[in-house]
């Protein structure tokens, strides 16, 4: 089951979003970066905020909460809808959570008359395979600055709808 959320799934998210950051990241980020990068985006604070401008996601397996996802419609511009967040707990990898968040994604782009999905994923993130088997391309590479000298080094892909 996909549902939206609120605010009352903050906790949720955040445990989520521990559990598969470990999984993403350990290997790709400084400890440093990674401490920074955590507590930028998954302080309870920083996910309320960034829940008033994006529409989440949970999926549910048997009761339980294994992942999550966050969009935009018509960002950055009209026509695409920007996935800012896909997660799944790693002992769930390989069993679909991925694909019905963004396949749920889709469907709502679609109804809102968005044409393509995108995202930025980090260049030596594994979900980089994942991404390419959904039908994604690589469109370009995208460095972004996120402060403390700290960058995101990423891949911005697309997928047509």
Not at 45 to 63: D, I, N, R, V
Not at 135 to 149: L, Q, T, W
Request: proline share 4%.
């Amino acid at each position: 089951m996909i549902r939206p959320t609120s605010k009352e799934d903050v906790a949720t998210i955040i445990a989520i979003a521990e559990k598969s950051w470990v999984a993403a990241y350990r290997d790709i980020l400084s400890a440093e970066q990674y401490d920074y990068m955590i507590r930028k985006f998954y302080s309870p604070e920083a996910l309320q905020q960034t829940m008033e401008e994006q529409a989440f996601l949970l999926c549910y397996s048997g009761g339980e909460a294994t992942g999550f996802a966050a969009y935009q419609l018509n960002y950055p511009a009209g026509g695409y809808c920007k996935i800012h967040k896909l997660y799944v707990l790693p002992d769930v990898h390989g069993t679909g959570t991925g694909r019905k968040l963004v396949h749920e994604i889709a469907k709502i782009a679609g109804e809102n008359q968005c044409t393509r999905l995108t995202l930025n994923v980090n260049k030596y993130n594994k979900a980089l395979g994942f991404y390419e088997k959904m039908g994604f391309r690589v469109e370009r590479p995208e460095v972004i600055d996120i402060g403390r000298g700290y960058v995101m080094d990423d891949f911005v892909m697309e997928l047509p709808l």
